[in-house]
Structure formats: structure tokens, C-alpha cells
Nanobody
Framework: QVQLVESGGGLVQPGGSLRLSCAAS????????MRWVRQAPGKGLEWVSS??????YYADSVKGRFTISRDNAQNTLYLQMNRLKHENTAVYYC????????WGQGTQVTISS
């Protein structure tokens, strides 16, 4: 059974940091391009970052503040988010794509003072 389980979301003040994790199981994690995608309140899905064998890629809005990484031995994807802003408030989803397209259930990130 394929599972992607996000964790690490929460409420943080502007300028703060959070580290999201996504634990994967049920598929060959290391062969999948992994992504973080978010959905802000009242808006559509927005790609945040991807990682594959070629490295990490970022949306312009998060470049220099967010860092994506993965541990293939632990089948876990990470997103380190620094200098968070109000507009980063969203549900963050982990997504794995190769032969198939897998999604997690999401974790809420709220930036508020």
C-alpha cells in the first residue's frame, strides 16, 4: 500500500522556520521525482519545489528561503522553510511522480503573528 505521510506543519510567526517531512512507503522512493505542492486558502495548487537525481528546483517565490532534500535510505522527503511569510500559509502536500503519481494528505502551515 502506497503512503505519503506529511508532518511538521504548524503555526509560526513571520520570519520563523519550519521543517516539513514526508515519510514514503509502498513504492521505490529513490526512483521517484519528489515534489512539494501547496494550496493557499481560496487558491489553486502551486508547485513549490522538486528534487530528483539532478538536484533541487524551486519556485521563484521560495528560492533562497526553502531547501528541499531527501533521504533515500529512510524514504523521507524534507522541506526546510526559513524566513516564512504570511503568504506561505497553505496546506503543503508531498507528491511523488514517476510511473505513477502519488500524493500525501497534506500538512497545514500557518504564518501569523
Amino acid at each position: 500500500q502506497v503512503q505519503l505521510v506529511e508532518s511538521g506543519g504548524g503555526l509560526v510567526q513571520p520570519g520563523g522556520s519550519l521543517r516539513l517531512s514526508c515519510a514514503a512507503s509502498g513504492f521505490t522512493f529513490s526512483t521517484y521525482t519528489m515534489r512539494w505542492v501547496r494550496q493557499a486558502p481560496g487558491k489553486g495548487l502551486e508547485w513549490v519545489s522538486s528534487i530528483n537525481s539532478g538536484g533541487g528546483y524551486y519556485a521563484d517565490s521560495v528560492k533562497g528561503r526553502f531547501t528541499i532534500s531527501r533521504d533515500n535510505a529512510q524514504n523521507t522527503l524534507y522541506l526546510q522553510m526559513n524566513r516564512l511569510k504570511h503568504e506561505n500559509t497553505a496546506v503543503y502536500y508531498c507528491r511523488g511522480r514517476n510511473e505513477y503519481d502519488y500524493w500525501g494528505q497534506g500538512t497545514q502551515v500557518t504564518i501569523s503573528s
